[in-house]
């Protein structure tokens, strides 16, 4: 239908979602999409992002205090670690656009803590996934669930925002969503 | 008679190939079309999929860009 349609390039994927062994996201289509309106100028933009960010990070403080295993501890104080990464990077760009470059405490005042990256509270991610608390496999395979969940949000977003330059900032976050996903599935294969 | 909409040239592309093909491409350079149903769709869908379901495609195809290389499933 597509190609007759004047779609230049139609590929279907054989097998289907069933063929598919690498993450999925779940949920639907409006799925944490009430974290943005669509309006959002650019700065906006990376205040909401650097949110998730710190919703994420917190999570993964948490569950490395509740992990018992050392190995696993080790792994969700790593994967803390990625986040204030994400978030310094977040803050940088804020800073290079924005007029008033506020100190990093400053920033964060003005950013409102929302949901997890991904758009799902700490407790529905667990819910979800009952990672077993024991096995580094399970913890990389909740924290890949999560990054796949993120960029799904972000690629959904993507379309909603009208602003064209902070859709250029959301379609960069969600690129680095996808290489960030890469390097865990890297991690999980050196297992 | 336009033919080609009744023909399917769709080249498939197999897991490692789609995958791959992703990877490769900025998301915002592709797309990625699920036309199952919402259910399906919610249970599990690739990261990034847009759902139009396949009963409504034809009425929807202007959400869509042509000229971007195009994933279904």
């Known amino acids: 239908m597509l ?33 943005f309106t669509g309006k959002e100028e650019p700065l906006d933009v990376l205040k909401v992002a650097y ?10 403080i948490v569950m490395e205090k509740e992990a018992e295993h050392e190995k696993v501890k080790d792994l969700f104080g790593k994967l803390s670690e990625i986040e204030v990464k994400h978030q310094m990077a977040i803050y940088t760009a804020y800073n290079d656009i924005s007029d008033e470059e506020p100190s990093k ?19 529905e991610y667990i819910d979800l996934f009952n990672p077993d608390l024991t096995s580094e496999t399970d913890v990389i395979s909740l924290a890949m669930s999560i990054e796949a969940q993120a960029l799904d949000l972000y690629q959904r977003v993507s379309s909603k925002i009208e602003n064209p330059q902070s859709r250029d900032i959301i379609n960069q976050i969600a690129n680095e969503e996808k290489a960030h996903l890469a390097s865990l599935g890297k991690l999980m294969d050196s297992l | 008679m336009k033919w080609m ?5 769709a080249k498939s592309l197999d897991f490692d190939e789609t995958n791959a093909y992703i990877s490769q491409h900025p998301g915002d350079k ?8 919402p259910s399906e769709y919610q249970e ?30």
């Open chain 1, 51 to 60: 949110s998730l960010e710190q919703g994420l990070y917190d999570f993964y």
């Open chain 1, 3 to 35: 190609a007759g349609k004047g779609f230049k390039k139609v590929f279907n994927v054989a097998g289907g979602i069933k063929a598919w062994h690498a993450k999925t996201a779940i949920g639907p289509q409006d799925l944490g999409m009430d974290l």
């Open chain 2, 44 to 73: 599990s869908h690739i990261p990034g999929a847009t759902l139009i379901p396949l009963p409504q495609l034809s009425d929807r195809l202007d959400e869509l860009d042509p000229e971007k290389p195009t994933l279904v499933y």
């Open chain 1, 105 to 123: 405490d400053e920033f964060e005042k003005m950013v409102e803590i929302k949901a997890l990256e991904g758009g799902l509270s700490t407790r």
């Open chain 2, 30 to 37: 592709i797309t990625i079309l699920d036309v199952r149903q």
């Open chain 2, 5 to 9: 909409q009744f023909l399917t040239p």
